[in-house]
């Protein structure tokens, strides 16, 4: 079991690097097994050219504590439940999410929900959870049968990429839901901006130089930030809206002053990438997993049509628990496709893993995706099989062994609208089609930042 080497902050070294950009002391890490790869690059382009396979053959060589030179950094991957529960759950206040996640997203997202961390996260976290009490999810739920409704009308009939038509429906859903501004050109610029900031989260070039994907990705920041900053007044003067970024505008700290309209347009931003890029990527999974295994499809269209009604109706939202089957099936396909596949963090603190003791100011990761799949936890991990969600194996299952949405102080926020979106969406699309897949089609994933299909997912819609 992994415990921490020290327990309070006052054991660190004043020594220790206090942030990000300032490197490990030299040989702080030699007594970890790992590689640096090629010159200057190290592994950086292995691991973007198949993710998994690299964590796997790194795993198999050098065992579940392991170091990596990419990204112009040594990393320690740390891999298993244990590792999962040590990081994510951190009794002992050992790791920095901010510092974590900070090289990739400080220049698109900085100060958004998962970039905060502690005292300053709690405090925030629980001055944004208005936005998700019944209320405002009421509202979502009417907003998102309505929406999802008329556009899954439209799509019987030929074969067509699923990806980029759930992509869209996901972004036009997240402006009226999130922003409660109608689909149109206002909504279609948000969207391009964000579409822009994910993508330049793994950019290679991490300078926004002219040309590159990070210099597109730090320009949509600016026009969200202005959009978002004007917004945020002009919502408060109203005052009421249900939409999410009305309830963000008009939320209070603990001392019920309202939130500063910039910590409004940080979280604003960071939440609406987190969700639409993540439901857009579990959906498609979903999707695609159903399709393969045409009978767990029907037991899961049966359960929709008695709990809904019918062919297009809508799910009322205190019916959303009854839909046992649909969640079990959508709990799989996130252990099958888990949309973030990896986890960073920083150690604030010496601490120990695995036989080794990791050094404070360490970059230090999970890998959500490989512990999805390992065979003590997930027996014939391949298989899509979601009776591996009654409570009866959950129980009796590592409690970290699954882990799509984070845990501890960080487990998403959003994780009950997911599933509310994922259940409507599946609520019009399975009591109309029959969704299909060419026999013997494998689509090809782009495994990271988050999986996509890399042919949009080949699907026909069949009416029933």
């Known amino acids: 079991m992994a415990t921490a080497a020290h327990e309070n902050a006052t054991s660190a070294p004043k020594s220790w690097p206090q942030h990000w ?26 691991m973007l050219a198949d993710p998994h396979a690299f964590a796997q053959r790194m795993y198999a060589t050098y065992g579940p504590v392991y170091k990596n030179w990419a990204f112009g950094r040594w990393n320690v991957g740390l891999i298993g439940a244990d590792a999962n529960e040590l990081m994510l759950f ?9 510092q974590g996640w900070g090289p990739v997203l400080d220049q698109l997202f900085p100060r958004g929900l998962m970039l905060i961390d502690f005292d300053h996260h709690r405090a925030d976290r629980r001055a944004l959870s208005i936005a998700f009490k019944p209320g405002p999810m009421r509202h979502y739920a009417d907003a998102l049968n309505r929406g999802i409704a008329a556009r899954v009308a439209e799509w019987g009939g030929a074969e067509m990429p699923f990806y980029p038509a759930i992509k869209k429906l996901t972004l036009d859903l997240a402006a009226d839901s999130f922003i409660g501004i109608p689909f149109g050109p206002e909504a279609d610029r948000i969207n391009r ?13 991490r300078k926004p130089l002219p040309g590159t994907l990070m210099r597109r990705g730090v320009k949509g920041r600016e026009f969200l930030v202005d959009f978002f900053s004007k917004e945020a007044l002009n919502r408060r003067e109203l005052g009421g809206g249900q939409d999410m970024f009305s309830q963000f505008a008009n939320a209070t700290d603990e001392d019920g002053e309202l939130l500063s309209v910039e910590s409004v347009v940080d979280h604003m931003n960071f939440l609406m990438m987190a969700a639409h890029d993540t439901i857009t990527s579990s959906a498609t999974s979903l999707l695609w997993l159903l399709a393969a295994n045409p009978d767990w499809q029907e037991k899961v269209r049966q359960e929709l049509r008695a709990v809904t009604g019918g062919e297009g109706k809508p ?9 046992e089957l649909t969640e079990m099936a959508f709990k799989e396909a996130l252990r099958f496709m888990p949309p973030v596949p ?15 003791t990791i050094p404070a100011g360490t970059q230090v990761g999970i890998n959500v995706h490989m512990v999805h799949h390992q065979e003590e936890h997930w027996p014939d991990p391949m298989r899509f099989d979601p009776m591996r969600f009654t409570p009866e194996l959950v129980k009796a299952r590592h409690k970290y062994a699954w882990v799509p949405f984070g845990g ?22 399975l009591t109309r089609y029959e969704v299909q897949i060419a026999e013997g089609y494998e689509p090809q994933w782009q495994p990271w930042p988050i999986p996509q299909p890399k042919d949009g997912l080949k699907v026909t819609f069949k009416p029933l």
């Open 193 to 205: 901006a964000f579409v822009d900031m994910v993508q330049a989260s793994i950019a290679p070039i």
């Open 21 to 46: 950009s300032q490197p490990l002391p030299p040989h702080s890490l030699d007594h970890i097994p790992g590689e640096g790869g090629w010159p200057l690059v190290g592994n950086t382009f292995k």
């Open 90 to 98: 951190d009794r002992d206040k050992l790791f920095s999410s901010e």
């Open 315 to 323: 799910v009322d939202y205190d019916d959303l628990g009854r839909l």
């Open 342 to 356: 990896s986890i960073p963090r920083r150690a604030l603190r010496d601490f120990e893993y695995g036989g080794y």
């Open 408 to 429: 501890g102080a960080h487990m998403c926020l959003g994780l009950h609208f997911a599933y509310m979106q994922v259940k409507i969406l599946l609520a019009q699309v």
